[in-house]
């Protein structure tokens, strides 16, 4: 996507670096429960390991979304 933009990528990139900075905590919030586990070093791994995948994946799916070339639109 960043690769087709011609005007906003400043803009797009602001918005990539918050969404990075917004995944870390979330991730870190979600994988608060791996404290409860025997091995909490590794659970917190595989739990942020996979929110992370999670949440962008669902990025992916937005970004694949964003109307491009208009008017009105990214550009």
């Not at 400043?10 to 870390?24: C, E, G, I, N, T």
Request: glycine share 4%; charged share 25%.
């Amino acid at each position: 996507l960043r690769d087709r933009l011609k005007r906003d990528t400043k803009l797009f990139d602001d918005a990539q670096a918050k969404w990075s900075a917004f995944v870390r905590s979330e991730c870190e919030v979600r994988a608060i429960s791996a404290q409860g586990y025997s091995d909490p070093g590794t659970m917190k791994s595989l739990f942020l390991n996979a929110c992370v995948a999670d949440l962008n994946a669902e990025r992916l799916l937005h970004l694949q979304q964003i109307p491009l070339g208009c008017d009105s639109c990214l550009q």
